[in-house]
């Protein structure tokens, strides 16, 4: 599953945070995760209560940033929100598109202790 083995390098970023620190473990994770970054959310819950057992982040809260889509397009410049990859410019019509913002997926922030 996918959002398993998201959850499972998560951790990893984790562990490597707290030994880094000389801490013990995770006080508070904050995740960016785009909305165009193709993760199911309950998928992603499923995973993570099975990823973080025993592990550096077993009881760390954790908050979620959602960013939504944007993207600008190559020809004009106009930069505007998307629900899907390859939407067209709204503009111009044109199709090539940059996407800046909706394909996050990392570790924001981590509190350890
Ligand atoms: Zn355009």
Redesign the pocket.
């Known amino acids: 599953m996918h959002e398993l083995s998201i959850a499972m390098s998560i951790v990893d970023i984790a562990r490597d945070a707290v030994e880094k620190a000389g801490a013990r473990e995770v006080e508070h994770i904050e995740l960016e995760i785009g909305q165009l970054a193709g993760i199911e959310l309950p998928a992603l819950d499923f995973a993570w209560s099975e990823a973080v057992r025993d592990s550096v982040l077993a009881r760390a809260t954790r908050e979620i940033r959602h960013i939504p889509g944007e993207a600008r397009?190559?020809?004009?410049?106009?930069t505007f929100p998307i629900q899907a990859l390859y939407e067209s410019?709204?503009?111009?019509?044109?199709p090539f598109?940059d996407i800046i913002h909706g394909k996050e997926l990392r570790v924001h922030a981590l509190t350890v202790h």
């Open positions: 397009c190559m020809e004009c410049q106009t410019c709204p503009t111009c019509s044109s598109t």
